[in-house]
């Protein structure tokens, strides 16, 4: 008898046997750490750092981008933009030394700019470039280079030709009439065709890729056909048929303009003057218009009166005339109704208000003086008495001769010598010319014996000024763009002058002494204010025998400035300095005592004039613009 084995036995046995015939059954994974993919990922999601940018000139006037990168693979987008090439750079970062933008037109390359710049999470590089041009982008390691070259015309190249866009197409045939290939043409581009009786003849041509329109003027030069469109309708012709046909239309015209009857049309103006618009319609002159109105009528044209206009820059026909009234600036025109209508186009684009423009000049003078002066004054006396008591020898400063008599005395005076200045040195500060009518402080200092018949005296003087002031003078002017505004503010200075044809009689005349602005603007139309200025101010000078000077200061330049902005337009700088050094010879050199013997004076003086000029355009006011 046989032991039977149980269930569970039995299962466990089996899935033994199908494990063994199944090699290839997955086996339990390696546990591994679960800080790896943290590691692997924080790796991947680092960004790329761009290490170092240069820009240099390339081979063969070559402009090329070199970047230093973090990594061996990044992420590059290069797309041409316009006249510009941008290079980006996916999940990287520019350091803020980097982000700047770099002129390298110097360099002679076709870049002109690099804009280098972070946008969000990538780096953008704009390559501003001019001219034709074509790039390439390599990568060796850690470095990329971006490279822009002119672009070098192809000698092999047919050049393209004069604006022709069609499709093309490509033809071969072998004397095929000239009607029968217009028919092809008609065919292909499902154009409606007419062409003249005097078209005929035929052709050999073979063409291929060639735009259609190009291709067809390349066989009607070869005829000597013009062509005409209208339309979807395509008109061949002999050329001298085409133009016979154009020049009697124009005949036509004009017999019909001349029999046109004339009207009379009144225009209202509101900026302009009319005298100056019958000018415009007339070409400068009246040519069959009245350049002239009474203020109680209109002008009646007159034909043949004053010099005839040029055709070329007359705006009315030959029939038409123009006048004006100057009360309601009304103008009256007589002409065919298709030149009413041209009239009254012209006019709505010239009778416009006048922008304005206000100018404000700041003219700045700033002075500042500084002056310092120092002197002395060296005195002393002393007396050696003789027999009796009488003084025999004085030690003073400078003497002067005299005949004094003793009392009771008879017979010839006996000369003597009197001292009558008691100063060895006389040198004081002087005044200066920063301070004048100032006089320099003094201090005095004197020795003398018991006696009274020697003493010594010193007296130093000195003086110090200091002085500054600034003078703003701000004129300020309104006026139309392209009038010329002057404003001036000043005084006029009396002078005596010889009066003409009198022996000896003179006359009172007069100088100016002004601030005057002159300046003329005109509105570019980017908006900017081109200037022509004039800028002076004069001032009372020094006083001569023929009368007094004018000093005179003067800017006139022109100059181009934004609405709103201020310009230095002009600056004047002067500095004096002056030093004055009065001495004793020899005794004035020596170290330390020598300041005993001499006067020193030191001067400084500068002058400083600034000019500013800041236009504005005044705003239109709601109504003027409706």
């Known amino acids: 008898m046989t032991p039977s084995l149980p269930a569970w036995a039995l299962l466990a046995c089996w899935a033994l046997l199908a494990l063994a015939a199944d090699p290839a059954a997955p086996a339990a994974p390696d546990p591994v750490p679960a800080a790896a993919p943290a590691a692997i990922g924080a790796e991947r999601t680092a960004p790329l750092q761009v290490q170092a940018l240069d820009f240099r000139r390339g081979p063969a006037g070559a402009g090329r981008l070199e970047l230093r990168l973090s990594a061996r693979e990044p992420v590059v987008e290069v797309r041409p933009e316009g006249r510009s090439l941008v290079v980006e750079l996916a999940q990287a970062h520019l350091p803020q030394a980097l982000r700047r933008v770099l002129d390298v037109a110097d360099l002679g390359s076709p870049v002109r700019l690099l804009r280098c710049e972070q946008r969000g999470d990538s780096v953008r590089l704009r390559l501003e470039a001019e001219g034709g041009w074509e790039h390439s ?30 499709e093309k197409l490509s033809l071969n045939f072998q004397s095929i009439e000239l009607r029968a290939l217009l028919q092809v043409f008609a065919d292909f581009t499902n154009l409606n065709l007419v062409a003249s009786d005097t078209v005929t003849g035929s052709v050999t041509l073979r063409l291929k890729d060639v735009p259609w329109d190009q291709a067809l003027d390349i066989v009607l030069q070869s005829k000597g056909l013009g062509l005409r469109r209208h339309g979807n309708v395509m008109s ?16 036509a015209s004009r017999q019909i303009q001349e029999l046109e009857p004339l009207r009379t049309q009144s225009f209202q103006l509101n900026y302009s003057k009319a005298e100056d618009l019958v000018r415009l319609l007339t070409g400068g002159g009246s040519g069959g218009a009245s350049a002239a109105a009474s203020a109680g009528a209109p002008a009646a ?27 309601t600036n009304q103008l009256f025109v007589t002409d065919v109704g298709a030149k009413l ?5 012209i006019l709505g684009k010239v009778d416009i208000p006048v922008r304005q423009v206000v100018i404000e000049a700041r003219i700045v003078e700033a002075s500042d003086s500084f002056g310092r002066s120092l002197g002395v004054r060296l005195g002393g006396l002393g007396r050696v008495a003789g027999n009796g008591g009488s003084p025999q020898l004085q030690v003073g400063g400078s003497y002067l001769g005299v005949q004094p008599t003793p009392s009771g005395s008879l017979g010839a005076p006996t000369p003597a010598l009197y001292n009558q200045n008691l100063n060895f040195v006389n040198l004081p500060a002087p005044g200066l010319t920063t301070a ?33 002031g600034k003078i703003v003078s701000s004129p300020r002017v309104v006026t139309a763009d392209q009038i ?6 000043g005084t006029q200075i009396p002078y005596q002058s010889a009066a003409p044809g009198a022996a000896g009689g003179t006359q009172v005349s007069f100088k100016d002494a002004v601030l005057k602005l002159e300046v003329t603007p005109q509105i570019t139309p980017e908006g900017g204010i081109l200037l022509d200025v004039d800028v002076s ?14 000093d005179t200061k003067q800017v006139r330049t022109q100059v181009l400035v934004e609405n709103g902005g201020t310009v230095v337009i002009g600056g004047i700088f002067e500095q004096q300095d ?40 005044i705003a239109e006011r709601s109504g003027w613009a409706q």
């Open 484 to 489: 010329k505004a002057t404003i001036r503010q």
């Open 236 to 251: 061949i012709a002999p050329k001298d048929e085409i133009a016979a046909r154009e020049k009697a239309d124009l005949e």
């Open 578 to 617: 002056t030093e004055n050094v009065n001495k004793v010879p020899v005794l004035g050199d020596l170290p330390g005592v020598g300041n005993l013997f001499k006067n020193r004076t030191r001067e400084t003086r500068k002058t400083e004039l600034l000019v500013f000029l800041t236009p504005k355009v």
């Open 301 to 327: 044209g007159g034909k043949g009166e004053g010099p005839t206009a040029s055709a070329g820059s007359r705006i009315l026909s030959p029939r038409g005339s123009v006048g004006y009234e100057l009360r």
């Open 537 to 550: 101010k004069d001032s009372r000078g020094q006083d001569t025998t023929a009368g007094p000077a004018i």
């Open 436 to 468: 004048p009518g100032v006089t320099p402080g003094t201090f005095a200092l004197s020795l003398f014996n018991q006696a009274a018949n020697r003493f010594l005296s010193l007296e130093i003087s000195a003086l110090e000024a200091e002085g500054k």
């Open 341 to 345: 209508e041209e009239v009254g186009r």
């Open 137 to 166: 982008v390599t990568q060796s390691e850690h470095l990329l280079v971006v490279e822009l070259r002119p672009q070098r015309p192809d000698p092999n190249k047919p050049l393209p030709g004069p604006g022709y866009s069609g």
